[in-house]
Nanobody
């Protein structure tokens, strides 16, 4: 499984960007997909996740709630992160991931993209 993230770049505070993550396999075979980010000197944190089930349930970090949305396109095996109202503190490398939950034995298999840098200037 390969994940290819794209769409990062330099944007002014208040601006918008859309990140894309192309997955080599069918995204419907995963339990969840989404985005983490890691700012310089900080730990990687979950930004947004979306279930691959028909409900498309999402989980958005409090720090970006109301500004970021996550979505998926099953037909094109792509996951998106729409970011608006960007702040300087959103500057980070953004990583997409796909998670498969094995039941027996209970194991989480995570696959990661290479990361795309988002820089928000003041």
């Amino acid at each position: 499984v390969q994940l290819q993230a794209s769409g990062g770049g330099l944007v002014q505070a208040g601006g918008s960007l859309r990140l894309s993550c192309s997955v080599s396999g069918s995204i419907s075979s995963f339990n969840a997909l989404g985005w983490y980010r890691q700012a310089p000197g900080k730990q990687r944190e979950l930004v947004a996740a979306i279930s691959s089930s028909s409900t498309g349930k999402t989980n958005i970090a409090d720090s970006v709630k109301g500004r970021f949305t996550v979505s998926r396109d099953n037909a094109n095996n792509t996951v998106y992160l729409q970011m608006s109202g960007l702040k300087v503190e959103d500057t980070a490398v953004y990583y997409c991931y796909a998670r498969f939950l094995q039941l027996v034995p209970p194991t989480s298999h995570d696959y990661w993209g290479q990361g795309t840098l988002v820089t928000v200037s003041s």
